[in-house]
């Protein structure tokens, strides 16, 4: 694999994953603003879009945490371990949370986007769900193959 793109992807998830902390520790702060400025509905569901943002961001940052773990497993060469089934079947439970939390928030305040999001994390669990069962196959053929050596 082309190691400038890995060294890309592990920058990008290293922001992201900072990024994302900064965007939790002030979404009260900005979840005001965005209400003065946006939409009444947001200041009239104050609390359900902070608690629900917040728990969509807890969680997206636990995916993150996990894309950077199995970054570490493919910058050292050896990506085909069971820490990364692992982590591929923690991120599918962390979409399914932040699709259900937004679920539940489309009830408060429906728009597309918000359905899009249900969407797109719902598919997402279901991805990371296969991919765990591709790459927990994959692990068994490496470590059978490794003792036939």
């Known amino acids: ?3 400038k793109l890995v ?3 592990k920058t990008v998830l ?3 994953f900072g990024g994302g902390f900064f965007v939790l520790f002030t979404l009260p702060v ?3 603003l965005l209400g003065k400025y946006y939409s009444a509905k947001i200041e009239e569901n104050f609390l359900i ?3 629900s943002l917040a728990v969509c961001g807890v969680f997206g940052i636990l995916i993150i945490a996990q894309l950077r773990r199995m970054m570490r497993t493919v910058i050292g060469g ?3 371990v069971y820490a990364n089934v692992e982590s591929l079947q923690k991120m599918a439970v962390f979409s399914i949370v932040i699709a259900g939390v937004t679920l539940t928030k ?3 305040m429906p728009t597309p986007a918000t359905a899009v999001v ?3 994390f719902f598919i997402a669990a279901l991805f990371s769900q296969v991919l765990s069962h591709v790459f927990e196959k994959a692990v068994s053929y490496k470590e059978e193959n490794d003792l036939t050596i």
């Open 1 to 3: 694999m082309d190691s």
């Open 106 to 108: 489309l009830f408060v």
């Open 78 to 80: 050896n990506c085909f």
């Open 30 to 32: 900005s979840l005001k």
């Open 14 to 16: 290293d922001v992201m």
């Open 7 to 9: 060294k890309f992807t």
């Open 49 to 51: 879009m902070l608690v």
């Open 118 to 120: 249900v969407l797109v």
